[in-house]
C-alpha cells in the first residue's frame, strides 16, 4: 500500500518537474511574446499542478492529513493562469510588440489600426 | 437550477426536522426523497432537470483536463524538437456565445488547448482573436473549438 501511494507520489512530482522544465526551455527558446506565453501559459499550469498534487498525496496517504488548502490552489492556479497568459500577451499587442518574422498572417492588425485611429480622431475633435 | 436545487435542500432540511434526527444520514435520505419529488414535479418548472446541467459541468470538466494533458504534450514535442518550424498566425473566430461568463470560460479553455492563445476578444463580443501557434492547424482549431468546447458550453448554459 504504501509502495503504490509513494508511486503514485513520485509520478506526479516527475510529471509536474518535467513539464515546469518544459516551460523553462520554452520561454528560452521560442521566438516571441506570443509563442513564449504559450510554453508560460501551458506547461506551467500542469507542472505546478503536478507538484501541488503530489504534496496533497503525500500529506493525504502518508501522514494522514488531508489538505483542503492544496486543492483550493489548484483550482486558483486553473482559474488564474490562462488569464494571466492571455492579460500579458494582450497588452503586450496593444503596447505594439510586433509578432515574429515567421508568423504567416494577422488579422487583428487591421482592427488594433482601426481603433487607434477613430481614438485620434476623437481625441482631435475634443482638443 | 439555483432554485431547484435549493428547493431539494429545503425538501432534505425539512425530512431532517421531521423525522427529528439531524444527522448527515437523514440529510442524504431528506436529499434524495427530495430529488424524486422534484423529478415527478418536473415539468411544473421552466428549466430543465438540474441534474442534466451538473452532468454537462461534469463532461465539460473531463474535456478540459483531457484537453489540457493534449495541449502540454504538444507543447513539450515542440519545444524539445532540434529545429523550430512553426508558423504562428493571429486569427479571427466568430463565436455564438452570448453572456460574459460564457465568453470568459471559452477563452479560458481556448487559452488551455493546444496551441492556441486568445490575444483579443473584441468590444462586442462576437469575434475572439486567437495567436496559433501553428498556422496550418487554424481553420482544424477553429472546427474543433466550435464543434467541442462552445458545444459543451451551449449544453451547460441551456436552460
Known sequence: MIVLANILIVATIIVGVVFTIVTSIGVLRLPDVYTRAHAASKSSTLGVLGILLGVFFHFWLNEGHFSIQILLGILFLFITSPIGG????????????KPT???????LAEVVKKAKQSKAVTSQKEQ | MAFQLL????????WMFMSSS?????FIIGYLIGFLLIFLTRRFFKQ???????????????????????????????VIRPKLNIQPRIFAMLTELETDWEVTLLSSLITLTPGTIVVHVSDDQRTL????????????AIESIKNTFEKAIREVSRT
Do not use: C, P, Q
Open chain 2, 48 to 78: 430543465r432537470l438540474y441534474t442534466g446541467r451538473l452532468w454537462a459541468a461534469l463532461k465539460l470538466t473531463l474535456l478540459f483536463f483531457k484537453e489540457l494533458t493534449l495541449s502540454n504534450i504538444s507543447v513539450l514535442l515542440l
Open chain 1, 86 to 97: 492571455h492579460l500579458m500577451s494582450r497588452a503586450a499587442y496593444m503596447s505594439g510588440v
Open chain 2, 22 to 26: 439531524m444527522t448527515a444520514t437523514t
Open chain 2, 129 to 140: 482573436y486567437i495567436h496559433a501557434i501553428d498556422a496550418e492547424d487554424a481553420e482544424e
Open chain 2, 7 to 14: 428547493l431539494n435542500f429545503i425538501i432534505a432540511v425539512v
Open chain 1, 101 to 107: 518574422e515567421l508568423t504567416v498572417k494577422d488579422d
